[in-house]
Each structure stands twice: as structure tokens, then as C-alpha cells.
């Protein structure tokens, strides 16, 4: 009940911002809708600096065509060989220095993930959110505004679920497959082969949980605490969190508000296939992936993302967020900061890729996952102060793991893409 209560105090806060008004009148009313990717609209230039932010931006044909002569201009001159082979070497001393210096006041955070990720949250939480606001909106004639724009919140999440899962759903092995994908499941021997194994297996952290998300990269923690906040003290929920910064992790397991028996955070290399994680394949229902691919060299991109769709249940799900292609701080690198196409390295030494949705897609749909969502988020930042504007580019994500793969199916996968 206590994280219940933490979550509607969220929800409640997010509601402020939350309350529809016509499309047109959005960027004078200073309310937010959030979801999908914002609902503030720039209708009218001359009042550009009223905000710090504006969504959904279009770019003319002009502005595209600059951002890629930028992009051009500042490749064509690219790190020397010696010096790339450095940077990927010695990823793991520029990123411990880079938290030894900004400790964990470098990102802000995140408190947004629950309204474009409302898919972190388990099912259960999401109906009672739902079925509480529903009740409390016959009451109060205003909390009917508040409760549709909460309803947005969790729009995307619950047309999955109903999607995927239907009403006739059931659990086999902590799984939830429908009346149909059960019998089949418990039919075949493999699965229970593959039950007996699990069965065998050691105990680990989070091994009694039986829901659990796991977010790559945390760095110092700022997604950690807000799903914390939320989900701490509710039964049958455990988060993992791992970096390949040893700093960032003492960062979090330091917090106040860590707590092994929710939490557990762990020092890890993505890209190493041959270095276990602490828990076993296929018991994850979300990974959170957000600004942390983008800091892999993009040779190695592919392994990652298969490896982690390993971890996922089927009907798990993946949520990225990360750069775009001609965003702002890939137009502001200077020549000789190039290592590759679209590949930088920042002064500190650490590195940035920026992608397109369809090489997102791509890398997931040959991991053997399914597309819920994939866009790209233009956006116009403000600095008022320096009257500046900045075009920023991003791109969010939502894969499904399928929630069975036939083995005729998994045969002709491995032989056309060897490396899932």
C-alpha cells in the first residue's frame, strides 16, 4: 500500500501537466501533456522562448540538408587509428574518471520514465492505478481530465498487454502465455526440461521475485531511484542494475535509498558474451536500455543487443532511448573528434554514436524481437536566458520478446543470422 501511495502521489504530481486543452492552444496554456513523447506544441514563433522545450518538431528540407553538411563537415577528419583502438581499450578509465569527477550530479533524474516506459511497471500496478482513478473520477467531476490524461500515461502498455496476453491468460514456468500457448508449452518436453533446469539452479539475488527489470548502464543511479521509489516494499518485484564503471556502481550502492532486498547493482561488461550474469537467462520482463548503447563501438552493438534479448521471458520487454541522427551535440563536435560514421569521442575521452530508427530496428528485429514502438523524437530546447535554440533528436523504442518461437522457427533464424 505505502508504494501505492508513492506511486499516486507521482501520478497525481504528473496530472498538473497532464490535463488536455485544444492542440492549438497548448503552447500558451504552460500545461505538458506527456505522452506519446509530449504534447507541447510550437504553434506560434514569436513565442519560441516561453519554454524551455517544444515537441515535435518538423524540419524543413533547409534544416535537413545543413544538419547533414554539419554532420559531413565535422567526419571528415577522423581520430587517428592508435588513438581509437586507445579509446576502446580504456572505455573503462574514461568512464570511472568521468564519475570520479561528476559523482552523481551530473544527470538529472528521471523522472519521465514512467510516463513514456509505463511498460516498467508491473500489470497488476497498472490496474489498480487505473481502477482507483477510475472510482475516484464519479466523485469529482475534475478528476475526470486528470484521470483521462493518466489513462494516456499507460495507453501504450495496456494495448500490449491486452494485445499479447488477452483475458484468457495463465502462468506456466513465471510466464504468462495465453490458455492455447500453455498447453502447448506443458505438452512439450523441452519446456519442462527447461523448468527442471531452472529448478536446479542456485539461489540467486532477486530469485524469489516474480517480476523483475533489469537497466543497463545506471550509471549514479538516476532511473535506479525513481523505479525504486515506486516499486520498493511491493511484493514479487526485484530491479538489477549494472555499468561497466565500478565508480558509478559504488555511486549507487552508497545511495541512501539503495536496499539490497529490492536492488541489487553489479559491475558489468555488455560486451564481454563470455562473462555471466547473476541470474539466469529468460526470467527478465524489462530491460531498460536508455543512453547507454550509443557509448558502444558500433562493431559490437549487435552482440549486446542479442545477449540481452537472452535475458528476457518471452513477452518480456526492451525499452531504449537514445541519441538520433543530426542531433545538436552530434552537430557541435569539431573536426578530428570523429572515430567513425557518426561514431565521436568527447573531450573526456568517453564515446557517442548517433542512430536512425531503422538501424534500432534492425539491430532488435535480428535479436528476434518484435517492434511495440519505434520513433523518432524531434525536439526544440531553449536556452531563454541566451535566447538560443537547439535541435535535439532522439530515438525511443519499445521490442517484445515473442512469446513462443517454434524450433523450426529458432532453426531458421540461427542458420539466416548466426550470431543471435
Known amino acids: 500500500m505505502g508504494s501505492l501511495n508513492k506511486m499516486n502521489f507521482i501520478t497525481r504530481l504528473s496530472a498538473l501537466h497532464l490535463r488536455k486543452s485544444k492542440l492549438q492552444q497548448r503552447h500558451q496554456s504552460g500545461r505538458r501533456p506527456a505522452v506519446p513523447l509530449g504534447s507541447r506544441i510550437l ?48 572505455a573503462n578509465k574514461y568512464w570511472n574518471e568521468f564519475y570520479k569527477t561528476h559523482k552523481n550530479n551530473f544527470f538529472k533524474d528521471r523522472n519521465w520514465l514512467f510516463l513514456e516506459f509505463p511498460e516498467i511497471l508491473p500489470e497488476k500496478m497498472r490496474e489498480e492505478l487505473k481502477t482507483e482513478e477510475r472510482s475516484s473520477g464519479h466523485t469529482k467531476k475534475n478528476s475526470i481530465d486528470s484521470f483521462s490524461c493518466k489513462n494516456e500515461m499507460f495507453e501504450e502498455g495496456e494495448k500490449y498487454w491486452k494485445k499479447n496476453y488477452g483475458g484468457g491468460s495463465t502462468s506456466v514456468q513465471g510466464y504468462v502465455y495465453n490458455k492455447t500457448q500453455a498447453k502447448s508449452l506443458t505438452d512439450n518436453p523441452q519446456g519442462k526440461n527447461c523448468g527442471e533446469e531452472l529448478g536446479r539452479l542456485e539461489s540467486f539475488p532477486g530469485s524469489d521475485a516474480s517480476y523483475r527489470i533489469l537497466e543497463v548502464g545506471c550509471g549514479a543511479g538516476n532511473s535506479v531511484f525513481p523505479i525504486l521509489k515506486v516499486l520498493c516494499n511491493t511484493p514479487g518485484t526485484f530491479l538489477y542494475c549494472c555499468d561497466f564503471s565500478s565508480g558509478a556502481v559504488e555511486l549507487v550502492k552508497s545511495h541512501s535509498s539503495y536496499n539490497s532486498a529490492w536492488c541489487s547493482a553489479f559491475v558489468h561488461d555488455v560486451c564481454d558474451d563470455a562473462l555471466p550474469y547473476p541470474f539466469p537467462d529468460e526470467i527478465l520482463d524489462v530491460i531498460l536500455l536508455v543512453f547507454v548503447l550509443s557509448t558502444i563501438h558500433p562493431d559490437r552493438m549487435q552482440g549486446v543487443v542479442n545477449r540481452l534479448a537472452k535475458l528476457l521471458k518471452p513477452g518480456g520487454m526492451l525499452l531504449f532511448r537514445d541519441y538520433g541522427r543530426y542531433d545538436t551535440a552530434q552537430l557541435r563536435f569539431k573536426k578530428g573528434h570523429c572515430l567513425s560514421e557518426n561514431f565521436y569521442v568527447r573531450g573526456d575521452g568517453t564515446r557517442v554514436y548517433f542512430f536512425t530508427k531503422d538501424e534500432v530496428w534492425n539491430m532488435f528485429n535480428l535479436a528476434g524481437l518484435t517492434e511495440i514502438q519505434n520513433l523518432v523524437d524531434r525536439r526544440l530546447q531553449v536556452n531563454r536566458k541566451k535566447k538560443v535554440k537547439m535541435q535535439r533528436v532522439w530515438i525511443q523504442s519499445k521490442f517484445q520478446k515473442p512469446l513462443l518461437l517454434s524450433q523450426n522457427n529458432l532453426e531458421e533464424t540461427t542458420r539466416s543470422h548466426p550470431y543471435i
Open 43 to 90: 504553434t506560434d514563433p514569436s513565442k519560441v522562448f516561453e519554454h524551455n522545450m517544444w515537441d515535435h518538431m518538423q524540419w524543413s528540407q533547409e534544416e535537413e540538408e545543413n544538419a547533414k553538411e554539419k554532420a559531413a563537415e565535422n567526419s571528415l577528419v577522423k581520430v587517428h587509428w592508435e588513438d581509437q583502438d586507445k579509446y576502446e581499450r580504456e
